[in-house]
């Protein structure tokens, strides 16, 4: 049997190749390129500047497996969550995140997650299989239209917060990146692009050894091992001593403030004595550390921090000169908050 190859997974050298062989001209590849990469084209159909019959040329040899929105949901706060539809059925969800300051999406770099946080609906999910650099893509690039199209405001920050570990797709995430901020991709600037993980300490090392540009954030939740492991079990593996080391190398590789990510639950990680534990986490390099609102889950165990003990907890470690945003949870209503994502789309959209 033939193997049809996916176009998108061809290097512009690879592409010229195949075009060189077809008889064609070299510059129509990277023509197709341009199309793939910066247009974001999700038809060989919308290459215009191609002829009919290299455009019927290019479908017989190739595939084109593009994401679409399967469905889509707006937040009362103005957030949009989607459902896309991968080539294979598969659904993942990704948010467009809106902010006086900001326009943010958020993807996914899995369908599921393997790693069962507890506080986290992805968890409660089965992994499935990695997303491929240009599936992490798609997303991004139809976000972006989302923000132009309803908010006339462009994308300015990527989050790679949605479902799945980043860390565990590492290869293709990275590819990702690499096609989001190339000059001939999205042209996005690496510095807003943040690559968030639960804690894979080998990986966080990788990260350092390719000198990566963009922005690491660590979901921490607790600063002391026993805590930790009860809410996140991969901690078992990669202890808080194991991601000490691997953040200094990290720091030593990159010279990159790392962003803690701590939410706050009620009488589990909310009194003084876990912000003084996280305070002398935070001293092992240049950080900031960001306090999140806890968004419920079907049939979670835990509840948000009272009002009172977030902000003592902030003001905490703000008297240890930690620099601290209380991030506040936008599309709960629609299951789009942090730690919602669980294919709960209803809404079907017509984009």
């Given at each position: 049997m033939?193997?049809?190859?996916?176009?998108?997974?061809?290097?512009?050298?690879?592409?010229?190749?195949?075009?060189k062989e077809m008889g064609e001209k070299p510059f129509r590849a990277r023509q197709v390129h341009e199309w793939l990469w910066q247009k974001s084209a999700r038809s060989f159909d919308e290459m215009t500047n191609l002829s009919k019959e290299l455009r019927q040329k290019l479908k017989?040899?190739?595939?084109?497996?593009?994401?679409?929105?399967?469905t889509s949901q707006i937040s009362n706060d103005r957030t949009i969550k989607s459902g896309f539809r991968l080539y294979d059925g598969q659904i993942i969800e990704g948010v467009l995140i809106p902010t006086d300051e900001r326009m943010t999406a958020c993807v996914?770099?899995?369908?599921?997650?393997?790693?069962?946080?507890?506080?986290?609906?992805t968890g409660k999910l089965d992994r499935i299989r990695n997303l491929d650099a240009a599936e992490i893509y798609d997303q991004v690039a139809i976000i972006k239209k989302q923000a132009e199209d309803n908010y006339s405001i462009p994308l300015s920050n990527i989050v790679y917060m949605g479902m799945g570990e980043p860390l565990l797709n590492y290869s293709n995430v990275l590819k990702?990146?690499?096609?989001?901020t190339a000059p001939d991709g999205l042209n996005m600037s690496p510095k807003r692009i943040t690559v968030s993980t639960a804690g894979i300490a080998k990986m966080?090392?990788?990260?350092?050894?390719?000198?990566?540009k963009f922005n690491l954030a660590l979901s921490l939740h607790a600063a002391n091992d026993e805590k930790r492991n009860k809410i996140m079990p991969i901690n078992e593996h990669n202890s808080l001593e194991a991601l000490r080391k691997a953040l200094r190398y990290f720091y030593d590789k990159t010279e990159s403030r790392v962003t803690y990510e701590y939410i706050v639950f009620n009488g589990f990680n909310d009194e003084l004595t876990d912000a003084k534990e996280l305070?002398?986490?935070?001293?092992?390099?240049?950080?900031?550390?960001?306090?999140?609102?806890?968004?419920?889950i079907e049939g979670g165990e835990f509840v948000n921090a009272r009002e009172d003990k977030l902000e003592a907890f902030k003001v905490f470690l703000e008297s240890r000169n930690i620099i601290v945003n209380v991030r506040r949870s936008r599309g709960k209503d629609i299951d789009a908050a942090c730690g919602q994502l669980a294919n709960k789309n209803k809404v079907k959209s017509d984009q």
């Open positions: 033939v193997l049809i190859p996916d176009i998108r997974k061809l290097s512009l050298e690879e592409l010229t190749t195949y075009f017989n040899l190739f595939l084109l497996n593009a994401v679409s929105v399967a996914s770099s899995q369908v599921g997650c393997s790693l069962t946080c507890k506080f986290c609906a990702s990146i690499e096609r989001i966080i090392m990788k990260l350092g050894d390719d000198q990566v305070a002398e986490f935070c001293r092992i390099i240049p950080c900031k550390v960001n306090l999140i609102e806890y968004n419920p």
